[in-house]
């Protein structure tokens, strides 16, 4: 199966060709956007809930920081952020990345829908592609893997299950979230109001959140959540981005 996409960005068209591999078979939809995925990452996510600016106001010393996702499908933000921080001026981080994924993919699939960005960060992909090959991704809940790079430490818990089971299993709050799961016309389950209720509990006071989707649903919902809600222009594909801040003192 073939298929072909015409894609605006940065006024210019290009046709790309869609790998089948990168079609989320569970949802009918793409993992991410073809074109400079890598990109969209850190202007949606990482520029969206103000990771440098937090990191810069923690002082010196070492800084600890938590994520979480929703989707971690074939791991592209997570590599995004290796290369993202790796070109920061920080070498003193400490980050735990919770991410989770219902229907994990195997390392060999991770590797293939990942491959177009090789250029850009092949050895990050080579880097997690190896240590995820390691997880017996058959088995539910925990898996675990560290990293040592050059901005610091890097731990990914990765739940195997539903988003709502990893959120309850979180033991302490998250700084900052990473909304990645399927639009919600695609998806609407990892957008229902439970689930951005349990997120908005497990974040931290002043914690922030950033997604692609400006639906209404999804807007209401965070707001619902104890998020103070902006619209934002968006990047490549998506024309506005939703950036939140948790207003909820926890
Ligand atoms: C848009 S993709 C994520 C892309 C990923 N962040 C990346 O950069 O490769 C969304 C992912 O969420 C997963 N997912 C969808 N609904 C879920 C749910 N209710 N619980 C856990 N994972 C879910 C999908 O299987 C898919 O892999």
Request: aromatic share 10%; net charge neutral.
């Amino acid at each position: 199966m073939i298929q072909w996409l015409m894609h605006k960005d940065n006024k210019k068209f290009a046709i790309m060709q869609i790998p089948p591999c990168l079609v989320n078979e569970h949802y009918d939809d793409r993992y991410f956007d073809v074109v400079n995925a890598i990109e969209e990452a850190k202007q949606i996510f990482f520029q969206g809930t103000g990771l440098l600016e937090i990191f810069a106001a923690m002082g010196p010393g070492k800084k600890e920081f938590r994520i979480g996702e929703t989707g971690f499908g074939a791991g592209r933000v997570l590599v995004s952020l290796m290369d993202f921080l790796g070109q920061s001026r920080f070498s003193d981080l400490s980050i735990t990345y919770n991410s989770v994924e219902l229907h994990p993919i195997s390392a060999g699939r991770m590797a293939s829908v990942l491959e177009g960005f090789r250029p850009q960060v092949g050895s990050l992909i080579d880097l997690l592609v190896s240590a995820y090959s390691k997880l017996d991704i058959t088995r539910p809940g925990w898996h675990q893997l560290q990293f040592v790079l050059p901005f610091g430490s890097l731990i990914l818990n990765l739940w195997i299950g539903e988003a709502l089971e990893m959120v309850h299993a979180l033991a302490l709050p998250c700084d900052a979230w990473f909304l990645d799961g399927h639009g919600p016309k695609k998806n609407p389950s990892i957008w229902r109001p439970e689930l951005l209720l349990a997120i908005g509990e497990k974040t931290g006071t002043r914690g922030t959140c950033a997604t692609y989707t400006v639906a209404g649903a999804v807007r209401r919902g965070l707001i619902a959540a104890g998020f103070d809600i902006e619209q934002h222009p968006g990047y490549g594909g998506k024309k506005a981005v939703l950036r939140g801040i948790q207003r909820q003192c926890r």
